[in-house]
């Protein structure tokens, strides 16, 4: 298992990020926090993963730290959760706020979540009641060497990036953007804002 790389950053394409390590090119599929805090190409950084092995392939997916992960490990063990809804999820909803949500029986927040209904709010609830604990306290380690996320136009260009990541088109991406105020924000909570309103809108 490869629980964590470092390396030479060298190209990103979302939701893809390829990291030289030791010569060897990893080709890891990331969570919107990984893609916002990534620094320039040609350098350091580094990026918790998960590897899950198939018969066709072996897949590396990138946290931005232990509790990003570790959330994704027990999502993939919710019965009709694969992993790439687990990183959707991951990139929507900040780790603290999603273990608030499963505490406080919170369906409603949760169906907030791009491709969460009732019936799977639910079933997330019940699965991950008793594991909580585990996000409380996270020893939360940032991707080493990040650039911090800047509020206003870049923040904007990186959401626009990460809900391409997702599967959104950029017409609808742009769509979702629009009106939201930026000056402020970092692009971790543009992603979060446009996605909860995409949700809202929805008939």
Not at 112 to 130: H, N
Request: charge should be negative; hydrophobic fraction near 45%; include cysteine.
């Amino acid at each position: 298992m490869i629980g964590r790389l470092r390396g030479v950053l060298v190209h990103q394409q979302a939701p893809f990020v390829l990291i030289d390590v030791g010569g060897v090119g990893y080709e890891i599929e990331a969570t919107s926090a990984v893609l916002s805090r990534l620094p320039h190409v040609g350098s350091e950084c580094t990026i918790y993963t998960h590897m899950i092995v198939r018969d066709d392939a072996h897949l590396l997916f990138g946290f931005a730290d232990l509790a990003e992960r570790e959330l994704f490990r027990d999502l993939i063990k919710v019965n009709g959760v694969g992993a790439r809804m687990a990183l959707a999820i991951i990139s929507g909803m900040a780790v603290e706020e999603f273990a608030r949500c499963i505490r406080d029986k919170d369906a409603t927040t949760l169906m907030r979540l791009p491709g969460v209904g009732r019936k799977s709010a639910d079933r997330l609830i019940m699965e991950l009641q008793d594991r909580i604990a585990d996000y409380w306290s996270p020893e939360a380690t940032p991707v080493a060497a990040a650039r911090p996320a800047q509020p206003g136009g870049d923040a904007l260009q990186e959401a626009l990036v990460a809900l391409a990541a997702l599967g959104y088109k950029p017409h609808e991406a742009n769509r979702m953007l629009a009106g939201i105020d930026a000056a402020s924000r970092t692009s971790e909570e543009i992603i979060r804002h446009a996605l909860q309103q995409a949700v809202i809108r929805t008939p």
